[in-house]
């Protein structure tokens, strides 16, 4: 069993940066993984950025690519995420999510994912 718990939300303007934080209780794998998503009022869920608990590279989103950062501390068991550059179309509910185990995984697939924390408020004001 594993529990997530975000921080780091709230209400920023256009162009500025938010640091998100996930921490985690309970055991990840080394070949497990974890990610963002996000869901904006009125849309579907979206993978935002993904990161295997190993190490190896990191996958983004086109929309969030080189503007976000994801990055793991594996001995805090904790999860980041830095968003630079924020634009209003990056409001939403931000979502920590783990896979426990290793096996064959998409880290753009929710589907991939086991545990989900509640959300993190994130706002952009234009």
């Known amino acids: 069993q594993v529990q997530l718990e975000e921080s780091g939300g709230g209400l920023v303007q256009a162009g500025g940066s938010l640091r998100l934080s996930c921490a985690a209780s309970?055991?990840?794998?080394?070949?497990?993984?974890m990610g963002w998503f996000r869901q904006a009022p009125g849309k579907e869920r979206e993978f935002v950025a993904g990161?295997?608990?190993?190490?190896?590279?990191?996958y983004y989103a086109d929309s969030v690519a080189g503007r976000f950062t994801i990055f793991r501390d594996n001995a805090k068991n904790t999860l980041s995420l830095q968003m630079n550059s924020l634009k209003p179309e990056d409001t939403a509910v931000y979502y920590c999510?783990?896979?426990?185990?290793?096996?064959?995984?998409?880290?753009?697939?929710?589907?991939?994912?086991?545990?989900w924390g509640h959300g993190t408020q994130v706002t952009v004001s234009s």
């Open positions: 990161i295997r608990w190993s190490g190896g590279s990191a």
């Open positions: 309970g055991r990840i794998f080394s070949d497990g993984a």
């Open positions: 999510t783990v896979r426990q185990y290793g096996g064959r995984y998409v880290l753009q697939d929710y589907k991939t994912y086991n545990y």
